[in-house]
């Protein structure tokens, strides 16, 4: 780890395509002499050595560093993927138990609307939610449920034989 510090310190900048960055030109000093020039050339001559021996452990370092977010992250994405499974699981449960309440509209349920007078059974029926007066009605003779529509208000039991019919609803003018 101090070996990545010292080189990043160290050793001049590099893109990720591997070029080098575009220097700016050393600005000299008024009072510099110019044999100064080349006492700088050996450290920077050091420093490029120093970098060129240490570059290939540091692209090594920077490819496990990376594999590491790789696998890191395919392992986020395959806990979410099993709470996904999770709550798929549990809404099928859900909709299991709805089918189940559907059909619960029993025949002794429906016997007992099938005595009823039709406004009165068509007064209850319009109360209910959509799913389980269509499926009371459903399981009603044909002229029971056309009687029991036929009392109730008329944007209700369209609704309602919308959803007997099993329309989605696609292509209707409102």
Do not use: H
Request: hydrophobic share 50%; with cysteine.
């Amino acid at each position: 780890m101090l070996g990545v510090a010292a080189f990043l310190l160290a050793c001049p900048a590099t893109a990720q395509d591997g070029r080098a960055p575009v220097k700016e030109k050393p600005k000299v000093a008024a009072n510099k002499a110019p044999d100064s020039a080349s006492t700088d050339k050996a450290p920077n001559i050091e420093t490029r050595r120093f970098c060129a021996n240490v570059a290939p452990s540091i692209a090594e370092a920077r490819i496990a560093w990376q594999t590491k977010q790789l696998s890191d992250l395919d392992a986020q994405v395959k806990q979410r993927l099993a709470d996904l499974n999770q709550a798929e699981a549990s809404v099928q449960d859900w909709v299991a138990k709805r089918d189940a309440m559907l059909k619960s509209a029993s025949d002794d349920l429906v016997a007992i609307y099938a005595k009823m007078q039709p406004e009165t059974a068509a007064a209850q029926i319009a109360a209910m939610d959509d799913q389980m007066a269509a499926a009371i009605l459903r399981n009603l003779k044909a002229g029971v449920a056309g009687a029991i529509l036929n009392e109730m208000e008329a944007e209700r039991a369209s609704k309602l034989a919308i959803v007997l019919s099993g329309a989605t609803g696609v292509g209707r003018k409102s």
